[in-house]
C-alpha cells in the first residue's frame, strides 16, 4: 500500500465495496491516492485568450442584451479542463464585462470579493458603498464582500474591464448570498477621492478601526502603481524569477488587498528570460503593456497588450518579454496563505 497506488481488487473485496455502497459508505484505501496526492493535481490547464477576438464577441453581445436585462454583461473565461463550472482556475472566477455608453450595470451586494482591472474604454465610473470611482486603463478596482456595487457609462465609447472573484472558494463553502438593490444605482454620498485620500496617503483617520479584512481603498489607479515600477527600475534589484513585482496591500494591516485573491503588478525587461518559477497558486496573467511570450509546463503562449493567460498550479513557467512589459496577475495565494497552504519553487528547470 502507498500513496500512489490502489489496493489490488479481489472479487471479495468488490462485493464488500458493492455492499457498503448502499449504505453511502466508501473504503479509504480505494481512494486515497486520488484524495492525498504527491503534488497538486488539477484539471486546470494553461491556456490563452486573444483580447482583440473577446472583444469582438463582447460588442455583439453588447446588441443582444442590455447590462440591466443581463444584470452583468460578462463573457466568462472557463478554464478548457474545467468547462461548464465557470472558473478560470480550480479556486477563481474570471469574465470581460462590458458597459455600453449610457447603461447602468444595476446595484447589487454578494459575498464574494471581487476585483476589476481596467482593459479598454476610459471614464465609466464603478460605486462602491456610497463612493463613486472614475476608472481609466489599468486601473485595479476592487468590490469588498457585502458592498453595494454598480457600474455606469456616462462616455462615448464602450468600457471593457476584466472581473476576478472568489466564486467557486465561496461555493466550496456553501457560504454565497446575494442581493439587488431597489435602485438601479446606489445613493452616493462621498464625495470621488474620498477613499483613496483617507488612506491612500501612507496615513490613516486617528480614530480609525475596522474588523473588515478588505483594503478600504478601492481603486488603486495604474498611474500610481507603474510609476513605483519605474522607480524600482532605478535600482536595478531584478528577481530572476519575476522582474519586479509588487502586490497590491492593505494599507491597514500590510496584507493583501483582498482577503481571499492576491493581485500583483510586474515589469520585465526586454529581452530577459525569467528563471523558471511554480508555486501552489494557479495564476491569471494580464499583459497591460509590451509583448513576449511565457512558458508554461512546455507549452508556448504568446501575448500582447490585454490578452489574457492562466499558470496551473505548481506548474513551471517562464517569462520572455520581446519588449518592456508590464503584467498584471491575481490568484488564490492570499487565501492559502492564511490556511499556511502556499508554497513556491525556485529551483533551476
Known amino acids: 500500500m502507498s500513496l500512489t497506488e490502489k489496493p489490488v481488487e479481489t472479487p471479495e ?20 491516492s486520488g484524495l492525498i496526492t504527491p503534488e ?25 442584451i442590455t447590462a440591466k436585462e443581463a444584470e452583468r454583461r460578462v463573457l466568462i473565461l472557463e478554464n478548457p479542463g474545467l468547462r461548464g463550472q465557470s ?26 470579493s471581487a476585483l476589476r482591472f481596467v482593459l479598454d474604454g476610459d ?25 453595494w456595487h454598480d457600474h455606469g457609462n456616462h462616455t462615448s465609447e464602450p468600457m471593457i474591464w476584466l472581473d476576478g472573484l472568489d466564486i467557486p472558494m465561496i461555493s466550496f463553502f456553501d457560504a454565497s448570498f446575494a442581493e439587488g438593490h431597489p435602485k438601479d444605482e446606489q445613493p452616493i454620498f462621498r464625495k470621488a477621492g474620498d477613499s483613496l485620500a483617507r488612506y491612500g496617503a501612507n496615513m490613516l483617520p486617528v480614530d480609525f478601526q475596522t474588523r473588515k479584512k478588505s483594503s478600504p481603498i478601492f481603486n488603486y489607479p495604474y498611474e500610481r502603481s507603474r510609476e513605483a515600477l519605474e522607480q524600482l527600475r ?7 524569477c519575476h522582474g519586479l513585482k509588487l502586490r497590491y496591500v492593505n494599507p491597514v494591516d500590510g496584507d493583501f488587498a483582498m482577503p481571499t ?16 518559477y ?12 509590451g509583448s513576449g511570450q511565457s512558458t508554461i509546463d512546455g507549452e508556448v503562449f504568446e501575448w500582447g497588450p490585454k490578452d489574457i493567460f492562466v499558470a496551473p498550479s505548481w506548474k513551471w513557467i517562464t517569462h520572455t518579454p520581446s519588449s518592456d512589459a508590464v503584467l498584471f496577475s491575481f490568484s488564490d495565494r492570499s487565501a492559502q496563505e492564511k490556511l499556511g497552504l502556499w508554497r513556491e ?4 528547470h
Open 123 to 147: 471614464g465609466a465610473h464603478t460605486a462602491v458603498d456610497g463612493e463613486r470611482t472614475i476608472m481609466h486603463f489599468g486601473d485595479f478596482v476592487i468590490t469588498p464582500p457585502g458592498a
Open 87 to 112: 472558473r478560470i482556475t480550480t479556486s477563481l472566477y474570471a469574465g470581460l464585462q462590458l458597459v455600453m455608453p449610457g447603461e447602468v450595470a444595476p446595484a447589487h451586494r454578494h459575498s464574494q
Open 278 to 289: 511554480r508555486s501552489t497558486d494557479a495564476t491569471v496573467f494580464v499583459a497591460v503593456e
Open 40 to 64: 497538486p493535481r488539477s484539471a486546470c490547464v494553461a491556456h490563452g485568450w486573444k483580447f482583440d477576438e473577446i472583444k469582438t464577441y463582447m460588442i455583439e453581445a453588447g446588441g443582444l
Open 261 to 276: 485573491i492576491a493581485a500583483f503588478l510586474q515589469l520585465l525587461p526586454k529581452d530577459v528570460s525569467t528563471s523558471a
Open 234 to 240: 532605478r535600482q536595478a534589484e531584478w528577481d530572476p
Open 345 to 348: 519553487d525556485r529551483g533551476n
Open 13 to 32: 473485496r468488490k462485493a464488500f465495496y458493492e455492499k457498503i455502497d448502499r449504505k453511502s459508505l466508501t473504503p479509504l484505501w480505494s481512494v486515497l
